[in-house]
């Protein structure tokens, strides 16, 4: 193997080294094939010695390391990605406590309100980490965000297998979330009637693939009034459709409850490109 141009300085070095007596051990640098290709190496090279001591030359040793530093360049690729998405669930946190705290009337209801709201977003960070941060589908979000409050058989599912953003992944989470908790306080999933149906699609608007999804919850126990100041209205007409740069919002009258959401699918699928 040769030295390329920008390598060429280490020769003199190694040379002096093996001079001196000295073994230049797990020395990682460059070298280049006939074919001018160039690869990481990890060169061992000793001092030869001849019957009297004197060195005569030197033996060298030089072991491929392509695989080695591809996989530290995927670690390193992978920690940054951690620490951004760590910075990430910080500032969703931050904020889920700001609001909480805005509209708790005790710190007995804060503390409650966080903790579930914490939880909720631990069980979105948990499906991320079984995905490798690769996202994960709006199916396992919504039942993996349900499963707490029971009824699993009241909700219905109908949409294409689509795999969400890590980013679509957390707001989404805190949204159903929020969906969901109402409805065990007050809707379908506090009593035995009723239905929530969950649908999404793709469809073209006005040239942009776009993501339209919807919750409806209906048949359930009478619906008197929503607060439109609370926090999960705020999530659900604000927070979660700007997160995913769209447009969302909940209405209702006495039997139903309908949250939608529109965005573009940039920012809502993990492969936009290849999503149906």
Do not use: C
């Not at 980013?167 to 009637?193: D, P, W």
């Amino acid at each position: 193997m040769l030295f390329p141009p920008e390598h060429v300085d280490e020769e003199p070095m190694i040379l002096d080294r093996i001079r001196r007596g000295e073994r230049v051990e797990s020395f990682e640098t460059v070298r280049r094939r006939k074919d001018g290709t160039e690869i990481p190496v990890s060169l061992t090279i000793s001092p030869v010695r001849d019957a009297t001591g004197r060195i005569v030359g030197a033996s060298k040793i030089a072991r491929d390391i392509t695989a080695a530093k591809e996989s530290e360049q995927r670690i390193r690729t992978l920690m940054r990605e951690v620490n951004h998405r760590v910075k990430n669930q910080y500032a969703v946190i931050l904020s889920m406590i700001r609001e909480t705290n805005k509209r708790s009337e005790s710190p007995d209801v804060f503390e409650k309100r966080v903790r579930e709201r914490i939880m909720a977003l631990s069980r979105s960070h948990d499906l991320l980490v079984s995905a490798d941060w690769k996202g994960a589908t709006v199916a396992d979000l919504i039942l993996d965000q349900v499963k707490p409050f029971g009824r699993e058989d009241a909700i219905s599912l109908h949409g294409p297998l689509l795999v969400l953003t890590p980013n679509a992944v957390q707001y989404l989470g805190i949204a159903f979330h929020e969906l969901s908790t109402n409805s065990a306080k007050y809707g379908v999933l506090s009593g035995h009637r009723g239905s929530i149906t969950l649908t999404w699609d793709v469809t073209d608007l006005d040239g942009v693939r776009t993501f339209h999804l919807e919750w409806t919850e209906k048949d359930g126990p009478e619906v008197k009034t929503i607060a439109h100041d609370g926090f999960g209205t705020v999530v659900l007409n604000r927070v979660a459709p700007e997160a995913l740069n769209g447009i969302g919002g909940v209405t209702y009258d006495a039997d139903r409850v309908v949250w939608t959401l529109r965005a573009p699918m940039a920012f809502v699928a993990a492969d936009h490109r290849s999503a149906a």
